[in-house]
Protein backbone atom coordinates (compact mmCIF):
# COMPACT_ATOMS: atom_id res chain seq x y z
CA UNK A 1 0.00 0.00 0.00
CA UNK A 2 1.47 3.85 -0.83
CA UNK A 3 1.12 6.11 1.44
CA UNK A 4 1.41 9.97 0.87
CA UNK A 5 3.00 12.20 3.41
CA UNK A 6 1.20 16.10 3.66
CA UNK A 7 3.96 18.26 6.00
CA UNK A 8 3.34 21.96 6.97
CA UNK A 9 5.73 23.66 8.90
CA UNK A 10 5.32 26.52 11.20
CA UNK A 11 8.62 28.77 11.80
CA UNK A 12 9.31 30.94 14.74
CA UNK A 13 12.25 33.05 14.03
CA UNK A 14 13.48 35.50 16.03
CA UNK A 15 14.28 38.64 14.90
CA UNK A 16 17.76 40.45 15.41
CA UNK A 17 16.81 43.54 17.08
CA UNK A 18 18.79 45.27 20.16
CA UNK A 19 15.30 45.57 21.92
CA UNK A 20 12.12 43.05 23.11
CA UNK A 21 9.40 44.08 20.69
CA UNK A 22 7.29 46.25 23.24
CA UNK A 23 9.86 47.12 25.52
CA UNK A 24 13.34 48.39 25.82
CA UNK A 25 14.46 45.87 27.53
CA UNK A 26 18.03 44.58 25.53
CA UNK A 27 17.18 40.69 23.99
CA UNK A 28 21.31 40.06 24.13
CA UNK A 29 21.29 36.30 24.56
CA UNK A 30 23.17 35.05 27.79
CA UNK A 31 22.46 37.80 30.26
CA UNK A 32 21.92 36.57 33.96
CA UNK A 33 18.01 35.46 34.89
CA UNK A 34 15.52 38.21 34.37
CA UNK A 35 18.18 40.76 34.26
CA UNK A 36 16.86 41.97 30.92
CA UNK A 37 13.02 41.72 32.03
CA UNK A 38 11.71 44.89 32.98
CA UNK A 39 8.30 46.03 34.29
CA UNK A 40 6.29 45.45 30.50
CA UNK A 41 7.66 42.10 30.20
CA UNK A 42 6.92 41.05 33.74
CA UNK A 43 3.48 42.75 33.01
CA UNK A 44 3.47 44.77 36.05
CA UNK A 45 -0.02 46.63 36.30
CA UNK A 46 -0.06 49.83 34.27
CA UNK A 47 2.49 49.38 31.86
CA UNK A 48 1.60 49.52 28.03
CA UNK A 49 3.67 48.14 25.10
CA UNK A 50 5.08 50.19 22.64
CA UNK A 51 5.21 48.60 19.67
CA UNK A 52 9.51 48.03 17.87
CA UNK A 53 10.10 49.91 14.52
CA UNK A 54 12.98 47.57 14.07
CA UNK A 55 10.88 44.61 14.16
CA UNK A 56 8.65 45.97 12.45
CA UNK A 57 11.09 46.43 9.35
CA UNK A 58 12.33 43.22 9.50
CA UNK A 59 9.07 41.57 9.20
CA UNK A 60 8.52 43.51 5.91
CA UNK A 61 11.97 42.93 4.98
CA UNK A 62 10.84 39.06 5.06
CA UNK A 63 8.08 39.58 3.45
CA UNK A 64 9.39 41.39 0.31
CA UNK A 65 12.56 38.05 -0.03
CA UNK A 66 9.15 35.52 -0.66
CA UNK A 67 7.99 38.12 -3.07
CA UNK A 68 5.52 38.30 -0.88
CA UNK A 69 2.07 40.88 -0.23
CA UNK A 70 2.63 43.08 2.58
CA UNK A 71 0.12 43.72 5.30
CA UNK A 72 -0.18 47.46 4.76
CA UNK A 73 -2.50 47.87 7.63
CA UNK A 74 -1.89 44.83 10.24
CA UNK A 75 -3.35 44.46 14.07
CA UNK A 76 -2.73 42.75 17.24
CA UNK A 77 -4.52 39.62 19.11
CA UNK A 78 -4.39 38.36 22.55
CA UNK A 79 -4.05 34.91 22.35
CA UNK A 80 -4.86 33.81 25.81
CA UNK A 81 -3.61 30.80 28.31
CA UNK A 82 -1.67 30.42 31.57
CA UNK A 83 2.04 28.97 32.02
CA UNK A 84 4.20 30.62 34.12
CA UNK A 85 6.90 31.87 31.32
CA UNK A 86 3.75 33.93 30.25
CA UNK A 87 3.17 36.57 33.23
CA UNK A 88 0.71 38.69 31.10
CA UNK A 89 -1.88 35.42 30.61
CA UNK A 90 -1.81 36.15 26.98
CA UNK A 91 0.33 36.74 24.00
CA UNK A 92 0.27 39.51 21.99
CA UNK A 93 -0.08 38.15 18.44
CA UNK A 94 -1.31 38.47 14.90
CA UNK A 95 -4.55 36.44 13.67
CA UNK A 96 -7.02 38.38 11.42
CA UNK A 97 -4.28 40.61 9.81
CA UNK A 98 -0.78 39.59 9.44
CA UNK A 99 1.75 41.75 8.11
CA UNK A 100 2.63 39.09 5.81
CA UNK A 101 0.42 37.86 3.46
CA UNK A 102 0.71 34.66 0.58
CA UNK A 103 4.27 34.11 -0.62
CA UNK A 104 6.13 31.32 -1.77
CA UNK A 105 9.87 29.86 -1.19
CA UNK A 106 11.45 27.44 -3.95
CA UNK A 107 13.32 24.71 -2.99
CA UNK A 108 16.32 22.69 -4.44
CA UNK A 109 15.99 18.93 -3.71
CA UNK A 110 18.81 16.66 -4.22
CA UNK A 111 17.72 14.77 -7.18
CA UNK A 112 17.95 18.38 -8.75
CA UNK A 113 14.44 19.26 -8.74
CA UNK A 114 13.03 22.68 -7.74
CA UNK A 115 10.00 23.00 -5.68
CA UNK A 116 7.74 26.11 -4.84
CA UNK A 117 6.32 25.90 -1.21
CA UNK A 118 3.74 28.23 -0.69
CA UNK A 119 3.83 30.82 2.55
CA UNK A 120 0.54 31.20 4.06
CA UNK A 121 1.65 34.28 5.89
CA UNK A 122 3.44 35.34 8.42
CA UNK A 123 2.89 37.75 11.39
CA UNK A 124 4.71 39.20 14.65
CA UNK A 125 4.33 38.08 18.19
CA UNK A 126 6.28 37.96 21.50
CA UNK A 127 8.38 35.09 22.49
CA UNK A 128 7.73 33.96 25.94
CA UNK A 129 10.50 33.26 28.98
CA UNK A 130 11.62 30.03 30.23
CA UNK A 131 10.70 27.70 32.43
CA UNK A 132 14.00 25.18 34.71
CA UNK A 133 12.30 22.26 35.80
CA UNK A 134 15.20 21.31 37.75
CA UNK A 135 13.98 20.80 41.02
CA UNK A 136 13.67 24.12 43.18
CA UNK A 137 12.07 22.56 46.69
CA UNK A 138 9.15 21.22 44.46
CA UNK A 139 8.87 24.57 42.24
CA UNK A 140 9.49 25.61 38.99
CA UNK A 141 12.04 28.57 38.15
CA UNK A 142 11.40 31.27 35.88
CA UNK A 143 13.50 33.40 34.05
CA UNK A 144 11.44 35.61 31.28
CA UNK A 145 14.96 37.31 29.84
CA UNK A 146 13.48 35.81 26.96
CA UNK A 147 9.49 36.96 27.35
CA UNK A 148 9.22 39.63 24.97
CA UNK A 149 11.44 38.71 22.42
CA UNK A 150 10.43 39.83 19.10
CA UNK A 151 9.30 36.84 16.31
CA UNK A 152 8.02 36.18 13.10
CA UNK A 153 5.75 32.73 13.19
CA UNK A 154 6.00 31.74 9.44
CA UNK A 155 3.53 29.24 8.51
CA UNK A 156 3.87 27.23 5.05
CA UNK A 157 0.46 25.68 3.69
CA UNK A 158 0.82 22.01 4.17
CA UNK A 159 2.98 21.71 0.04
CA UNK A 160 6.04 19.20 1.93
CA UNK A 161 5.47 15.38 1.14
CA UNK A 162 8.67 14.15 2.85
CA UNK A 163 11.07 14.48 5.69
CA UNK A 164 13.93 15.42 3.15
CA UNK A 165 11.63 18.30 1.49
CA UNK A 166 10.50 19.66 4.89
CA UNK A 167 14.46 20.11 5.96
CA UNK A 168 15.33 21.59 2.10
CA UNK A 169 12.08 23.72 3.18
CA UNK A 170 13.95 24.93 6.79
CA UNK A 171 17.39 25.24 5.66
CA UNK A 172 16.14 27.44 3.22
CA UNK A 173 14.56 29.84 5.32
CA UNK A 174 17.22 29.67 7.66
CA UNK A 175 19.29 30.88 5.05
CA UNK A 176 17.56 33.43 3.74
CA UNK A 177 16.63 35.12 7.27
CA UNK A 178 20.52 35.05 8.09
CA UNK A 179 20.98 36.55 4.88
CA UNK A 180 19.02 39.35 4.80
CA UNK A 181 20.10 40.17 8.25
CA UNK A 182 17.00 39.75 10.12
CA UNK A 183 17.80 36.37 12.54
CA UNK A 184 21.16 35.52 13.94
CA UNK A 185 20.17 31.37 12.89
CA UNK A 186 21.74 30.76 16.12
CA UNK A 187 19.71 27.44 16.06
CA UNK A 188 21.31 26.00 19.54
CA UNK A 189 19.92 28.85 21.06
CA UNK A 190 16.71 29.17 20.15
CA UNK A 191 16.85 31.60 17.28
CA UNK A 192 14.51 29.46 15.02
CA UNK A 193 12.03 26.55 16.01
CA UNK A 194 10.39 24.50 14.33
CA UNK A 195 6.46 23.27 14.65
CA UNK A 196 5.84 20.60 12.09
CA UNK A 197 2.21 19.28 11.37
CA UNK A 198 2.08 15.75 9.51
CA UNK A 199 -0.49 14.01 8.25
CA UNK A 200 -0.71 10.95 5.95
CA UNK A 201 -2.96 9.22 3.29
CA UNK A 202 -3.76 6.48 0.66
CA UNK A 203 -3.17 8.39 -2.78
CA UNK A 204 -5.41 10.23 -3.94
CA UNK A 205 -7.61 10.33 -0.82
CA UNK A 206 -8.72 13.34 1.16
CA UNK A 207 -6.41 14.75 4.04
CA UNK A 208 -5.96 12.62 6.93
CA UNK A 209 -5.91 13.56 10.07
CA UNK A 210 -2.67 15.81 11.40
CA UNK A 211 -0.75 16.18 14.42
CA UNK A 212 1.68 18.63 15.80
CA UNK A 213 5.17 18.14 16.82
CA UNK A 214 6.17 21.27 18.52
CA UNK A 215 9.66 23.06 19.66
CA UNK A 216 12.24 21.37 16.95
CA UNK A 217 15.12 23.13 17.27
CA UNK A 218 17.28 21.27 14.66
CA UNK A 219 17.63 20.06 11.10
CA UNK A 220 18.15 16.80 12.35
CA UNK A 221 15.93 16.02 15.44
CA UNK A 222 12.82 17.73 12.54
CA UNK A 223 13.92 15.13 10.32
CA UNK A 224 13.87 12.50 12.64
CA UNK A 225 10.78 13.25 14.36
CA UNK A 226 9.42 13.39 10.85
CA UNK A 227 10.29 10.29 9.72
CA UNK A 228 8.81 9.22 13.24
CA UNK A 229 5.96 10.36 13.29
CA UNK A 230 5.41 9.56 9.48
CA UNK A 231 6.03 5.55 10.53
CA UNK A 232 3.57 5.84 13.93
CA UNK A 233 0.43 7.12 11.61
CA UNK A 234 0.82 4.49 9.01
CA UNK A 235 1.39 1.64 11.62
CA UNK A 236 -2.05 2.99 13.02
CA UNK A 237 -3.83 3.02 10.06
CA UNK A 238 -2.77 -0.24 8.79
CA UNK A 239 -3.53 -2.01 11.63
CA UNK A 240 -7.41 -0.44 11.58
CA UNK A 241 -6.28 2.04 14.22
CA UNK A 242 -6.97 5.76 13.50
CA UNK A 243 -4.81 9.08 14.20
CA UNK A 244 -5.87 11.55 16.83
CA UNK A 245 -5.78 14.89 16.82
CA UNK A 246 -2.69 15.67 19.13
CA UNK A 247 0.36 17.92 19.92
CA UNK A 248 3.36 16.03 20.45
CA UNK A 249 6.44 17.05 22.04
CA UNK A 250 10.09 15.36 20.58
CA UNK A 251 12.68 14.55 23.11
CA UNK A 252 16.28 15.82 21.46
CA UNK A 253 17.74 13.47 23.97
CA UNK A 254 15.56 10.10 23.86
CA UNK A 255 14.65 11.13 19.88
CA UNK A 256 10.81 9.75 20.51
CA UNK A 257 7.68 11.79 21.28
CA UNK A 258 4.90 11.74 23.14
CA UNK A 259 1.69 13.56 23.02
CA UNK A 260 1.46 16.81 25.06
CA UNK A 261 -2.41 17.50 24.55
CA UNK A 262 -5.36 15.87 22.49
CA UNK A 263 -7.50 18.10 20.61
CA UNK A 264 -10.39 17.23 23.66
CA UNK A 265 -8.33 19.13 26.15
CA UNK A 266 -6.86 21.84 23.58
CA UNK A 267 -6.45 25.16 24.22
CA UNK A 268 -9.12 27.39 24.27
CA UNK A 269 -7.36 30.50 23.39
CA UNK A 270 -10.20 33.18 23.19
CA UNK A 271 -8.34 35.36 20.89
CA UNK A 272 -10.01 38.87 20.36
CA UNK A 273 -8.05 42.35 19.46
CA UNK A 274 -4.85 43.51 21.52
CA UNK A 275 -7.02 47.00 23.14
CA UNK A 276 -3.45 48.24 23.96
CA UNK A 277 -2.01 48.29 20.84
CA UNK A 278 -3.47 50.12 17.83
CA UNK A 279 -3.65 48.96 14.39
CA UNK A 280 0.11 49.22 12.53
CA UNK A 281 -0.07 51.47 9.27
CA UNK A 282 3.17 51.63 6.23
CA UNK A 283 2.53 52.96 3.33
CA UNK A 284 3.96 51.50 -0.04
CA UNK A 285 7.15 54.08 -0.27
CA UNK A 286 7.83 52.15 3.38
CA UNK A 287 7.61 48.90 1.31
CA UNK A 288 9.32 49.96 -1.89
CA UNK A 289 12.48 51.01 0.73
CA UNK A 290 12.88 48.03 2.77
CA UNK A 291 12.69 46.19 -0.90
CA UNK A 292 15.49 48.26 -2.27
CA UNK A 293 17.53 47.82 0.87
CA UNK A 294 17.34 43.96 0.61
CA UNK A 295 20.56 42.17 0.58
CA UNK A 296 22.00 39.60 -2.13
CA UNK A 297 19.57 36.20 -2.00
CA UNK A 298 20.64 33.39 -1.57
CA UNK A 299 18.54 32.52 -4.63
CA UNK A 300 20.62 35.55 -6.57
CA UNK A 301 24.07 34.30 -5.17
CA UNK A 302 23.97 30.70 -6.38
CA UNK A 303 23.51 32.12 -10.41
CA UNK A 304 26.67 34.49 -9.49
CA UNK A 305 28.46 31.32 -8.11
CA UNK A 306 28.00 29.26 -11.52
CA UNK A 307 28.29 32.48 -13.62
CA UNK A 308 31.20 33.83 -12.20
CA UNK A 309 33.06 30.91 -10.58
CA UNK A 310 31.96 28.01 -12.78
CA UNK A 311 31.06 25.93 -10.35
CA UNK A 312 28.25 23.56 -11.02
CA UNK A 313 24.30 24.44 -10.05
CA UNK A 314 24.70 21.41 -6.98
CA UNK A 315 28.10 22.91 -5.46
CA UNK A 316 27.27 26.74 -6.05
CA UNK A 317 23.77 25.92 -4.17
CA UNK A 318 26.02 24.36 -1.07
CA UNK A 319 28.25 26.94 -1.36
CA UNK A 320 26.04 29.80 -1.61
CA UNK A 321 22.78 29.16 0.97
CA UNK A 322 24.56 30.46 4.31
CA UNK A 323 25.83 33.79 3.95
CA UNK A 324 28.93 32.69 6.22
CA UNK A 325 29.41 29.85 4.20
CA UNK A 326 29.35 32.09 0.78
CA UNK A 327 32.28 34.99 2.68
CA UNK A 328 34.14 32.03 3.61
CA UNK A 329 33.93 29.76 0.40
CA UNK A 330 34.34 33.61 -1.97
CA UNK A 331 37.52 34.47 0.56
CA UNK A 332 39.26 31.67 -0.24
CA UNK A 333 38.82 31.17 -4.02
CA UNK A 334 39.31 34.97 -4.23
CA UNK A 335 43.15 34.20 -2.50
CA UNK A 336 43.85 30.71 -3.99
CA UNK A 337 43.02 31.62 -7.25
CA UNK A 338 41.36 28.04 -7.84
CA UNK A 339 36.93 28.89 -7.46
CA UNK A 340 37.08 24.61 -7.75
CA UNK A 341 39.73 23.77 -5.81
CA UNK A 342 38.56 25.91 -3.18
CA UNK A 343 34.78 24.91 -3.60
CA UNK A 344 35.86 20.94 -2.84
CA UNK A 345 38.07 22.09 0.01
CA UNK A 346 35.38 23.82 1.74
CA UNK A 347 32.51 21.35 0.92
CA UNK A 348 34.49 18.40 1.25
CA UNK A 349 37.35 18.38 4.40
CA UNK A 350 36.23 21.42 5.97
CA UNK A 351 32.83 20.79 5.91
CA UNK A 352 33.23 17.35 6.93
CA UNK A 353 35.40 18.37 10.06
CA UNK A 354 32.52 21.73 10.92
CA UNK A 355 30.14 18.92 11.03
CA UNK A 356 32.19 16.12 12.88
CA UNK A 357 32.83 18.55 15.43
CA UNK A 358 29.57 20.19 15.57
CA UNK A 359 31.55 23.57 14.64
CA UNK A 360 29.65 26.62 12.93
CA UNK A 361 31.99 28.10 9.75
CA UNK A 362 32.00 31.55 11.77
CA UNK A 363 33.87 29.66 14.38
CA UNK A 364 36.20 28.13 12.30
CA UNK A 365 39.49 27.34 13.33
CA UNK A 366 41.07 27.50 9.93
CA UNK A 367 40.47 30.92 8.57
CA UNK A 368 40.23 31.57 4.63
CA UNK A 369 43.81 33.14 4.63
CA UNK A 370 45.00 30.16 5.59
CA UNK A 371 42.86 27.31 3.51
CA UNK A 372 43.58 29.85 0.60
CA UNK A 373 47.80 29.53 1.47
CA UNK A 374 47.28 25.77 1.72
CA UNK A 375 45.46 25.54 -1.36
CA UNK A 376 47.88 27.77 -3.25
CA UNK A 377 50.43 25.19 -2.37
CA UNK A 378 48.59 22.44 -3.67
CA UNK A 379 48.07 24.45 -7.19
CA UNK A 380 52.30 25.08 -7.66
CA UNK A 381 52.80 21.25 -6.56
CA UNK A 382 54.78 21.92 -3.48
CA UNK A 383 52.48 19.72 -1.91
CA UNK A 384 50.15 16.92 -2.73
CA UNK A 385 46.11 16.31 -1.95
CA UNK A 386 47.08 13.67 0.54
CA UNK A 387 49.81 16.19 1.70
CA UNK A 388 47.49 19.02 2.44
CA UNK A 389 44.68 16.66 4.61
CA UNK A 390 47.80 16.48 6.73
CA UNK A 391 48.87 20.16 6.78
CA UNK A 392 44.93 21.07 7.40
CA UNK A 393 44.41 18.56 9.83
CA UNK A 394 47.59 20.61 11.68
CA UNK A 395 46.55 23.41 11.11
CA UNK A 396 43.14 22.43 12.19
CA UNK A 397 44.48 21.63 15.37
CA UNK A 398 46.46 25.16 15.66
CA UNK A 399 49.88 24.57 14.66
CA UNK A 400 50.09 27.66 12.62
CA UNK A 401 50.36 28.30 8.95
CA UNK A 402 50.41 26.58 6.26
CA UNK A 403 54.26 27.18 5.06
CA UNK A 404 55.51 26.61 8.64
CA UNK A 405 53.78 23.24 9.17
CA UNK A 406 54.98 21.69 5.47
CA UNK A 407 58.38 23.20 6.34
CA UNK A 408 58.23 21.89 10.10
CA UNK A 409 56.92 18.22 8.77
CA UNK A 410 59.36 18.37 5.51
CA UNK A 411 56.37 17.85 3.67
CA UNK A 412 57.31 18.97 0.39
CA UNK A 413 56.72 16.84 -2.71
CA UNK A 414 59.02 15.44 -5.19
CA UNK A 415 58.38 17.01 -8.44
CA UNK A 416 61.75 16.79 -9.99
CA UNK A 417 61.43 14.06 -12.53
CA UNK A 418 64.93 13.03 -12.61
CA UNK A 419 64.39 11.79 -8.80
CA UNK A 420 60.81 10.22 -9.77
CA UNK A 421 62.42 8.76 -12.73
CA UNK A 422 65.00 7.29 -10.39
CA UNK A 423 62.82 5.45 -8.07
CA UNK A 424 60.40 3.90 -11.09
CA UNK A 425 63.54 2.51 -12.43
CA UNK A 426 64.62 1.34 -9.00
CA UNK A 427 60.72 -0.28 -8.07
CA UNK A 428 60.73 -2.16 -11.96
CA UNK A 429 64.00 -3.52 -11.14
CA UNK A 430 63.30 -4.80 -7.98
CA UNK A 431 59.72 -6.22 -8.70
CA UNK A 432 60.47 -8.50 -11.94
CA UNK A 433 57.64 -11.18 -10.87
CA UNK A 434 55.34 -8.19 -10.94
CA UNK A 435 56.15 -7.02 -14.37
CA UNK A 436 56.08 -10.28 -16.01
CA UNK A 437 52.88 -10.64 -14.30
CA UNK A 438 51.92 -7.30 -15.80
CA UNK A 439 53.13 -8.08 -19.42
CA UNK A 440 51.17 -11.30 -19.49
CA UNK A 441 48.02 -9.47 -18.18
CA UNK A 442 45.20 -9.04 -20.70
CA UNK A 443 45.16 -5.21 -21.35
CA UNK A 444 41.77 -4.26 -19.39
CA UNK A 445 43.26 -6.14 -16.36
CA UNK A 446 46.19 -3.83 -16.54
CA UNK A 447 45.64 -0.45 -14.72
CA UNK A 448 44.83 -2.49 -11.91
CA UNK A 449 47.84 -3.88 -11.27
CA UNK A 450 49.61 -0.46 -11.48
CA UNK A 451 48.49 -0.21 -7.98
CA UNK A 452 51.25 -2.39 -6.07
CA UNK A 453 53.96 -0.19 -8.74
CA UNK A 454 52.46 3.01 -7.26
CA UNK A 455 52.53 1.96 -3.78
CA UNK A 456 56.45 1.27 -3.92
CA UNK A 457 57.09 4.47 -5.31
CA UNK A 458 55.13 6.42 -2.92
CA UNK A 459 56.77 4.13 -0.09
CA UNK A 460 60.36 4.84 -1.49
CA UNK A 461 59.54 8.73 -1.96
CA UNK A 462 58.04 8.88 1.96
CA UNK A 463 54.72 9.98 0.23
CA UNK A 464 56.93 12.86 -1.09
CA UNK A 465 56.89 11.95 -4.90
CA UNK A 466 54.29 13.80 -6.96
CA UNK A 467 51.24 11.26 -7.41
CA UNK A 468 50.67 12.39 -11.06
CA UNK A 469 53.71 12.47 -12.00
CA UNK A 470 54.47 8.79 -10.50
CA UNK A 471 51.61 7.74 -12.56
CA UNK A 472 53.09 9.29 -16.09
CA UNK A 473 56.57 7.85 -15.68
CA UNK A 474 55.24 5.06 -14.24
CA UNK A 475 52.91 4.01 -17.47
CA UNK A 476 55.19 5.15 -19.61
CA UNK A 477 58.32 2.95 -18.33
CA UNK A 478 56.06 -0.12 -18.05
CA UNK A 479 54.64 -0.16 -21.72
CA UNK A 480 58.05 0.40 -23.16
CA UNK A 481 58.82 -2.76 -21.77
CA UNK A 482 55.77 -4.76 -22.89
CA UNK B 1 -26.78 33.14 21.67
CA UNK B 2 -26.90 32.35 25.42
CA UNK B 3 -24.17 30.99 28.00
CA UNK B 4 -25.27 28.23 30.61
CA UNK B 5 -23.62 26.88 33.78
CA UNK B 6 -21.19 24.52 32.13
CA UNK B 7 -19.98 27.48 29.76
CA UNK B 8 -19.54 29.72 32.75
CA UNK B 9 -17.57 26.61 34.62
CA UNK B 10 -15.58 26.29 31.93
CA UNK B 11 -14.85 29.89 31.52
CA UNK B 12 -13.53 30.04 35.21
CA UNK B 13 -11.45 26.95 34.26
CA UNK B 14 -9.81 28.75 31.64
CA UNK B 15 -9.25 32.21 33.20
CA UNK B 16 -7.84 29.40 36.70
CA UNK B 17 -10.88 31.49 38.98
CA UNK B 18 -12.74 29.39 40.98
CA UNK B 19 -16.39 30.22 40.84
CA UNK B 20 -18.90 29.52 43.32
CA UNK B 21 -22.03 27.88 43.25
CA UNK B 22 -24.01 31.29 43.74
CA UNK B 23 -21.24 33.28 41.63
CA UNK B 24 -22.04 30.60 39.06
CA UNK B 25 -25.35 31.23 39.01
CA UNK B 26 -25.72 35.25 39.16
CA UNK B 27 -22.98 34.46 36.62
CA UNK B 28 -25.13 32.70 33.64
CA UNK B 29 -27.68 35.42 34.66
CA UNK B 30 -25.51 39.15 34.16
CA UNK B 31 -23.67 37.43 31.15
CA UNK B 32 -27.51 36.36 29.54
CA UNK B 33 -28.30 39.78 30.03
CA UNK B 34 -25.04 41.62 28.26
CA UNK B 35 -25.31 39.25 25.41
CA UNK B 36 -28.99 39.96 24.86
CA UNK B 37 -27.71 43.79 24.59
CA UNK B 38 -25.31 42.30 21.94
CA UNK B 39 -28.20 40.79 20.02
CA UNK B 40 -29.80 43.72 19.78
CA UNK B 41 -26.50 45.55 18.14
CA UNK B 42 -26.08 42.81 15.85
CA UNK B 43 -29.71 43.95 14.50
CA UNK B 44 -27.45 46.47 12.47
CA UNK B 45 -26.17 45.97 9.38
CA UNK B 46 -22.95 46.11 9.29
CA UNK B 47 -21.98 44.44 6.15
CA UNK B 48 -20.40 47.08 4.19
CA UNK B 49 -19.08 49.11 7.16
CA UNK B 50 -15.14 47.84 7.92
CA UNK B 51 -14.32 47.17 11.64
CA UNK B 52 -13.35 50.37 13.53
CA UNK B 53 -10.26 49.68 15.85
CA UNK B 54 -10.38 53.27 17.33
CA UNK B 55 -12.84 56.38 17.00
CA UNK B 56 -9.75 58.58 16.33
CA UNK B 57 -8.44 56.25 13.44
CA UNK B 58 -5.72 56.71 15.24
CA UNK B 59 -2.40 54.13 14.19
CA UNK B 60 0.39 52.76 16.44
CA UNK B 61 3.45 54.84 17.21
CA UNK B 62 6.76 52.84 16.60
CA UNK B 63 9.50 53.03 19.28
CA UNK B 64 12.97 53.28 17.75
CA UNK B 65 15.13 50.12 18.47
CA UNK B 66 17.15 51.55 21.42
CA UNK B 67 17.70 49.59 25.06
CA UNK B 68 16.24 51.90 27.34
CA UNK B 69 15.77 49.93 29.81
CA UNK B 70 17.81 48.77 32.50
CA UNK B 71 18.51 45.75 34.85
CA UNK B 72 16.05 45.99 37.96
CA UNK B 73 16.19 42.96 39.07
CA UNK B 74 16.30 42.97 42.58
CA UNK B 75 13.44 45.66 43.18
CA UNK B 76 11.36 43.34 41.31
CA UNK B 77 12.15 40.12 43.16
CA UNK B 78 11.86 41.99 46.00
CA UNK B 79 8.35 41.72 46.06
CA UNK B 80 7.81 38.35 44.26
CA UNK B 81 7.02 35.54 46.78
CA UNK B 82 9.66 33.20 45.93
CA UNK B 83 12.94 33.59 44.03
CA UNK B 84 16.19 31.82 43.95
CA UNK B 85 19.35 32.23 41.89
CA UNK B 86 17.79 34.96 40.10
CA UNK B 87 14.77 33.03 39.06
CA UNK B 88 11.14 33.37 39.94
CA UNK B 89 9.67 30.69 41.53
CA UNK B 90 6.18 28.80 41.25
CA UNK B 91 4.10 26.10 41.58
CA UNK B 92 6.27 23.04 39.49
CA UNK B 93 5.07 23.01 36.08
CA UNK B 94 3.77 19.63 34.91
CA UNK B 95 3.28 19.04 31.05
Not at chain 1, 264 to 274: H, K, T, V
Not at chain 1, 411 to 424: F, N, P, R, T
Not at chain 2, 68 to 83: D, G, L, V
Amino acid sequence: MTWETVIGLEVHTQLATKTKIFSGASTAFGAEPNTQACAIDLAMPGTLPVLNAEAVRMAVMFGVAIDAEIGLISAFERKNYFYPDLPKGYQTTQLEKPIVLEGKVDIQLDDGRTKTVRIHHAHLEEDAGKSLHEDFHGMSGIDLNRAGTPLIEIVSEPDMSSPEEAVAFAKKLHALVVSIGICDGEMAQGSMRFDVNVSVRKKGEALGTRTETKNLNSFRFMERAIEQEVERQIDLLEDGGSVVQETRLYDGDTHTARSMRSKEEANDYRYFPCPDLLPVEIDQAYVDAVRASLPELPEARRARFVESYGLSAYDAGVLSDEPATATYFEAVAGQCGDAKLAANWVMGELAARLNSEDQLIQHCPVSAEQLAALIARIVDKTISNKMAREVFSAMWAGEGEPDTIIEARGLKQVSDSGAIEGMVDEVIANSSKQVENYRQADESKRPKMLGYFVGQIMKASKGQANPQQVNEVLLQKLNALL
Amino acid sequence: MSVDREDIEKLGELARIDISDENAKSSVKSINDVLALVEQLQAADTANIEPLANPLEARQRLRPDEVSETNRREEFQAIAPATEEGLYLVPKVIE
